[in-house]
């Protein structure tokens, strides 16, 4: 399967922890990018990069999130000190630069903060 | 602020019934793209306009985006209960904005066998 794969697919954490999402984009895409969905709404935008650069981030972005791509290939997501107004869908997506708005999804990780 | 409306909201219907469903915005998008979502499951691209006025066809679903490319239609014939599913339309960015892409809160669409 050559499509966008995040990990771990579920995960549940106590309010002050600190959690760690992977993204693996389609191999031969150079953009990735982070949304996050709650229930009831479409996704929201949070970052992205083009290779190892980050080129984006929304103001929803708090200083608790960081987002890496160190290599240009995975990304990771972290939240630190996790509040339960975090509890969300996070979507990873990939594409290529020049078609940059058809962006492919993987499943999400869904994150439960209790 | 939602930049995209989708209407309606909830849509249940019966088995071989036909359904459209819309996608509004004030603002000005290089392309839209619409995808359909699966409980638990991330959103699926199912096609990508980004000419004012084009229509696109995928087997039953045809999708058409507004002259100014400010809206968008998705109309789907004879609905099945595969169809069943979240339908979203996403607006692309423009300029500096343009790595991202603008989120309606979409369409829930159910078919009754």
């Known amino acids: 399967d050559t499509g966008v794969s995040q990990n771990p697919r579920h995960k549940i954490t106590k309010r002050g922890q600190n959690v760690t999402f992977r993204c693996d984009p389609i191999s031969e895409h150079n953009r990735l990018y982070w949304y996050r969905q709650t229930l009831g709404q479409g996704p929201e935008f949070l970052t992205y990069?083009?290779?190892?650069?980050?080129?984006?981030k929304s103001r929803l972005l708090s200083d608790r999130f960081s987002a890496e791509r160190p290599k240009g290939s995975f990304s990771t997501l972290e939240i630190q000190r996790t509040e339960q107004g975090d509890s969300a869908m996070y979507l990873c997506a990939s594409s290529y630069t020049g078609e940059a708005y058809e962006q492919y999804f993987g499943p999400g990780t869904r994150l439960t903060v209790t | 602020t939602q930049l995209l409306e989708q209407s309606p909201q909830f849509l249940s219907i019966q088995e071989g019934e036909n359904l459209t469903v819309y996608c509004n915005s004030s603002?000005?998008?290089?392309?839209l793209q619409w995808y359909r979502q699966e409980p638990g499951e991330g959103p699926v691209l199912l096609v990508t306009?980004?000419?004012?006025?084009e229509v696109k066809k995928l087997k039953r679903l045809t999708f058409q985006f507004g002259d100014a490319r400010k809206d968008s239609s998705l109309h789907i014939t004879a609905a099945q209960p595969g169809d069943t599913g979240l339908y979203l339309c996403a607006g692309a960015g423009r300029g500096s904005t343009l790595g991202r892409l603008y989120f309606g809160r979409g369409t829930q669409l159910t078919v009754w066998p």
């Open positions: 306009v980004v000419t004012g006025g």
């Open positions: 603002s000005v998008f290089s392309s």
């Open positions: 990069f083009q290779n190892e650069a980050q080129l984006e």
